[in-house]
């Protein structure tokens, strides 16, 4: 289908040859900024289509994860590490390659993809920044191999968007931490060897730090699998730390310093996230367009030439290439060292709405067919959902914009 | 063992619905077309990469694969895209997508081979845009070497390859010495259609052909890309084939409903004339 060449607007040019005139200067691809993007592109979608496409559907009728699968999104694809210097073994490459994998990826398998995601961007991306030379070096290989699965622990069964009121606490003790609390709805939890994970180590409000923590420690163990409405195939459970010990080098930063590597990842989780809607609304729109265009006819005529069908299949392309637009301009402004809070906020409240109604206009177009099991619009509904919850709820998002532009005109 | 994989752009065959052709009818509009390597010289150069590693260490090359195309500049796109998924070196030669024809091709690749001396030159059966099917089969002519087509199962054996070939009713099975042409088919990319004398009998490949990982495209502008001209490799460019006129082709006609099976026998026995 057509959409995803949105990246390549050649037809100004045509036209201007066409007309004789000069040819109009090939206007900056935000897509593929770099041949290296575009060929990144070209491996994620490849994969995407023939690896994860035709097994999503079986993950996520049987709420099953295949760790093999996920392995060889290090071992032969080497796309973990995408933000870590290639110094440090990472690929060195920026915000926009994050947002192409996880679009990419999302188009055929959002469970899998947000799996990546929590591995890559919550754990890999994080750590990467936060971490000293010692901890990079225990830790570094194994998560960018894919030896190991990680994950990253914020949300409590009652702290979500109040992330300041979480009650997990971490004492000290000697060189050691003896850490308490359970945390929840942790992506990967079930898998993961490792996770970064946000205690309270003082008695003020922002006495929050960062700690690793290895599954093997005494004192973890994993909460029971949940069962959830979409992202089936992505492993989610509570984690619960009884008086496990942390040794003191596993502490990230500065004891308190936790908040600042939250807020710095905070900006390309939530674009990477945004990613995530957006590839699923490229994928329902393919979907809805050529079932409409090639496959089902009614009365005589072809879906796509009755009026209402045309307002479902045109608003769901055009309000795609918005937030697609949106998504991959704010990618240009957020690195480590540059942060664009409104700009984040703004692509995953817009993204996620989009990917939601999308994803609804798709099962419309389809009709009886879309509530089916057998094609993948009403999987993709329910995998969207999660967007608009996880990695700061829309109604977070609100929160923040309105708040930056309090700041910004107050 | 060096093997040279001569390759082509062509129209993304999934977007087949956008080529069009110019209002003269003199060629093919290629502005705004999306290209992707030919299919079948992908599954070329997996083969080549398969044949110059052990498959259980694709990490560690055991050969070299050279990569050619004739084309524009924006060709090197494709050649780049094959040294991130493992090609040692590429060589483009410059030239018009209209100034190509398969006999000329043919021969400037022979007097590209006599200069890099490869043990093997692999090409896919054909490319999907023209479908000619010759370059590959005129080359050996020329070189004079042993030859094989599509290809769909080939094993390094000694000095030789065991080529197998599917045809209707079975596989013919040849034994090819080296150095030699071998074009290739479809099934080439199978898990088990491919063993260098490296890889062993019981290893299996992953269907398909590889995907470029990310390190990989990341080197890929650090592997050698050297730019030759078509002059260099044939002193007579002329055309051999010569195309008067293109022609999209005609839609489908509507079908015809019967109203039973006796008219139906009438048709195809009056109309269509084929009982």
Known sequence: MQLASVATPTRPTQQANER???????????????????????????????????????????????????????????????????????????????????????????????????????????????????????????????????????????????????????????????MNGTKQFITNGPYGRVFLVYARTGPGRRDISSFVVESGFKGFSVGKKETKMGMRGSPTSCLVFEDMEVPEENRIGAEGGALVHMMRNLEIERLTLAAQSVGIALRCCEEMTRYATQQRKAFGKRLIEFGQIQQMVAESHAHTMAARALVYTVAQSISPGRRESLGAASAKLVATGVGERVARAAIQVFGGYGYLRDYPVERMLRDAILLSIGGGTNEAMQKNISGDLSDMYG | MKVLVPLKRVADPDNANKVKVTADGKKVETTGLEWKPNPFDEYAVETALRLTEDGTKPKTRAGEVVVVTFGPKECEITLRAMLATGADRAIRVEAEDDQLDGWLVARALKKLVEQEKPDLVLLGKQAVDGDTNQVGQI???????????????????????????????????????LPAVVTVDLRIVAPASVYSKLTKADFKYNEGVRFAPLPAIMQAKKKPMAVLKLADLATDTALRIQYPRFEPPKGRAAGKKVKDVAELVDKLKNEAKVL
């Open chain 1, 20 to 178: 004789g005139g000069e040819p109009v200067k090939q206007p900056v691809d935000i897509f593929n900024p770099t041949e290296e993007h575009r060929h990144l592109r070209e491996t994620a979608r490849k994969f995407g289509e023939s690896v994860l496409g035709p097994q999503a559907s079986k993950r996520d009728l049987e709420e099953s994860f295949d760790p093999g699968l996920f392995a060889r999104f290090g071992s032969e694809l080497g796309l973990f590490g995408l933000t870590v210097s290639a110094d440090h073994g990472g690929v060195g490459l920026d915000s926009t390659a994050a947002v192409i994998v996880h679009e990419e990826f999302s188009r055929f398998d959002p469970a899998t993809t947000l799996s990546y995601l929590a591995h890559e961007v919550l754990f890999v991306n994080n750590f990467y920044h936060s971490a000293d030379a010692a901890q990079r070096d225990r830790y570094l290989d194994k998560v960018l191999s894919g030896e190991w699965i990680a994950g990253m622990a914020m949300t409590e069964p009652e702290a979500g968007t109040d992330v300041l009121g979480m009650r997990t606490t971490a004492q000290r003790k000697g060189d050691r931490y003896v």
């Open chain 2, 139 to 177: 080359l050996a002519e020329l070189l004079g070497w042993p030859m094989a087509t599509s290809a769909a199962m080939i094993k390094e054996d000694g000095e030789a390859l065991l080529v197998g070939r599917e045809v209707d009713g079975g596989v013919i099975n040849l034994k090819v010495r």
